[in-house]
């Protein structure tokens, strides 16, 4: 009875279902003859098309088995533009044609602009819709194919289905479409998903269906959006750490290594592939210093740390903090390590470490010096020890600048200590520096002494001299072994440093004396250079005096004046027990007293100029009055008068010099007037 029931309940279904189809064909003949929508039968949806199709003068009566199929390379460039949309879609589809199969239906997924991207479907089907053209690359928009699921959801931009005599094409009255559009995650128009079938045999849900389908592919697209985001902040993450100056290492809490970077695995001496994923303990062995930040959970900057390497060890300062949960738990920790070269380094730089000077600075013609140049430029290219021995003030310094800077070393630092300016008890740790703890006031973390801030250039130890004769013994010991050790320390650290030592002293004498090793003069004397006193070189006073002039004019900010003969005459004569620096000195203070732009005796010292004669000479205020006029008569004799050309060269104005020669009755001979 009650199979009987449902049979006829389906009959009735069906009757009910037939009557209407009937009423939309009706309706369909009516508007393709007189273009009259009857909208108790037909819907808005699809009277709206249908008035769209007549506009665009779509052949209700196309066969549709000729769609307008796109060139090979056309289709395959649209495939490849929404290549991510089919990659998200094939599973569904799959899942979709997987349920219907056996049904006469196919799964069809198309563009933004109604073509065909993929489809699936089965004999039955296919062979039903021979005359249809549902191929790759054949478009369904409603400007080509009429009113349709595909091109309908398309303008709608929302889910839509077409059923039989609903199509504005006949050759579709056998079936439905049922269709959804598919937006990104930025809500662009992606495409349309699909099911065609023949309509006797559509499911009441098949529409709720494809909406499902649609739904499911666009969370998948979120899903690839944010894979795809999230692998690129990775990305860019792991690029940073790779450009990273300073070596990086994340540990977990389990002591698992997650991840290290190139730098990184040089400072610790290590293959970067050998380590990922493996525990600390496999890598570095037992008690990891680093590994204190997990388990005690503090951080700490900048603190030095040695471990041993199957390659003997190494040297480097790192800063670390523990990573922590939202619940204040340490998940792991990450840390920065820095190289202690790398770090020697950036403390030069930051201090001026750096040598400047070249042996173009040395200025002088005498022969004598030259030739200590053209010897000293030779033996810069060594790593040689050199002594260099001379009077305070004959340039040393310079010497071993220029030495650095002509050698492979110019690129690394150059470290200056006066052995004679340290307190003696502060020598050694100046030196070699001393280990945290070492002794009171030390400061904590250590501290390296100058022969490691030197490492890979030039320590230059001025005033050798003056060491103290325990330390002696200690430098002799670096010399010779090449290694230091910190106050406090207990391992060895090899150094890589050329020394220059000076003094002013004539060590032979002070061996002699018991004021110096023999050993270590031994060992400090490998090359030395003996500079030459201001006095041995007379002939070079006038060159440094007019260099020292133009150079302190600059630094004032003021024309270089013009020096007398009678001024460098004085420097000539003088004996300079100073050397260059005292002549730099006094330079200076001529020029903060010159007021006329002209140098004379009177601008120096008293130790260096003092009148022979004050009672038969007459006063100095007259005596620089005739200096001066002599100097701007000569200037403007030997420019012909020109007055422009004569007040550059003399660094006055033109109106200055009007006046200077009004007030010094200067005339010129045979002469009408002045020059510009």
């Known amino acids: 009875m009650v199979m009987k029931l449902v049979s006829e309940h389906k009959n009735e279904v069906g009757k009910t279902m037939d009557r209407r189809l009937n009423r939309i064909y009706r309706s369909w003949e009516k508007f393709i003859n007189n273009f009259e929508i009857e909208p108790y039968v037909i819907r808005p949806l699809v009277a709206n098309s249908w008035h769209r199709c007549l506009r665009m003068k779509v052949d209700p009566f196309a066969s549709l088995c000729d769609l307008r199929l796109l060139s090979p390379y056309q289709i395959e460039k649209r495939i490849r533009r929404r290549q991510k949309l089919i990659d998200a879609a094939m599973p569904f589809m799959s899942h979709l044609y997987n349920f219907l199969k056996g049904s006469d239906s196919l799964v069809c997924l198309a563009d933004d602009n109604g073509m065909v991207l993929d489809v699936l479907q089965d004999p039955v089907i296919q062979h039903r819709i021979k005359h249809l053209c549902h191929h790759v690359g054949s478009e369904w928009s409603e400007a080509i194919a009429g009113t349709n699921s595909i091109g309908t959801a398309l303008f709608e931009k929302k889910p839509v289905q077409i059923t039989a005599s609903e199509h504005y094409c006949k050759v579709m009255h056998e079936y439905t479409g049922s269709a959804a559009p598919i937006f990104s995650p930025e809500k662009e128009l992606l495409g349309v998903l699909c099911i065609v079938g023949l309509y006797q045999n559509v499911h009441p849900h098949t529409l709720g269906m494809v909406v499902a389908a649609t739904s499911a592919i666009e969370n998948q697209l979120v899903s690839q959006r944010a894979s795809y985001e999230l692998l690129i902040a990775y990305n860019k993450v792991k690029t940073a750490i790779e450009t990273m100056n300073d070596g990086l290492i994340a540990i977990e809490a389990n002591s698992q290594i997650t991840q290290l970077n190139s730098v990184g695995a040089k400072i610790l001496q290590i293959n970067r592939e050998d380590c990922i994923g493996k525990n600390v303990s496999e890598v570095f062995g037992t008690g990891f210093p680093l590994l204190e930040v997990i388990t005690a ?129 502060l020598v050694e740790s100046e030196l070699f520096g001393y280990e945290d703890g070492a002794f009171t006031g030390a400061k904590r973390g250590g501290r390296p002494g100058k022969f490691e801030l030197a490492n890979g250039g030039t320590i230059f130890l001025d005033e050798i001299g003056d060491m103290p004769l325990d330390i002696q013994a200690s430098l002799l010991r670096v010399l010779q072994e090449r290694q230091i050790t910190r106050i406090g320390g207990q391992r060895a650290i090899p150094i890589n440093t050329r020394v220059i030592a000076a003094t002013n002293k004539n060590l032979s004498k002070e061996v002699e004396r018991g004021n110096f090793r023999l050993d270590l003069f031994y060992r400090l004397n490998v090359i030395t250079f003996q500079l030459p006193s201001l006095r041995e070189r007379p002939k070079d006073i006038p060159y440094l005096a007019q260099y020292f002039v133009d150079k302190i004019s600059r630094r004032l900010g003021q024309e270089p004046p013009t020096i007398t003969p009678e001024f460098y005459n004085c420097l000539t004569e003088y004996s300079w027990p100073g050397n260059v620096r005292e002549l730099e000195n006094v330079i200076e203070q001529a020029l903060h007293m010159v007021e006329s732009n002209i140098l004379v005796p009177e601008h120096l010292p008293a130790r260096i100029y003092t009148p022979k004669d004050s009672s038969k000479k007459e006063n100095n205020t007259e005596k620089l009055k005739n200096a001066e006029a002599s100097v701007i008569k000569n200037a403007l004799d030997s420019y012909n008068w020109n007055i422009s050309k004569t007040a550059s060269v003399l660094g006055i104005g033109r109106n200055t010099l009007y006046r200077k020669i009004k007030q010094y009755s200067l005339k010129q001979e045979n002469s009408h007037g002045y020059g510009n």
Do not use: W, Y
């Open 297 to 425: 959970g503090k951080e700490f900057h900048d603190k030095e740390f040695f471990i041993e390497t199957p390659s003997g060890g190494t040297r480097f300062t790192s800063t670390a903090k523990p990573i922590r949960d939202a619940n204040g738990n340490i998940t792991g920790m990450i840390a920065t390590l820095r190289e202690i070269d790398t770090v020697h380094r950036l403390v030069n730089k930051m201090v001026g470490a750096q040598a400047t000077l070249t042996f173009d600075d040395i200025i002088g013609n005498d022969p004598q010096l030259h030739a200590l140049i053209k010897r000293a430029k030779r033996v810069a290219r060594s790593s040689s020890t050199i002594l260099l021995q001379g009077e305070s003030g004959t340039g040393k310094e310079i010497f071993a600048q220029a030495i650095h800077n002509a050698s492979g070393r110019s690129g690394g630092p150059f470290i200056v200590i006066n052995c004679g300016a340290i307190p003696r008890e």
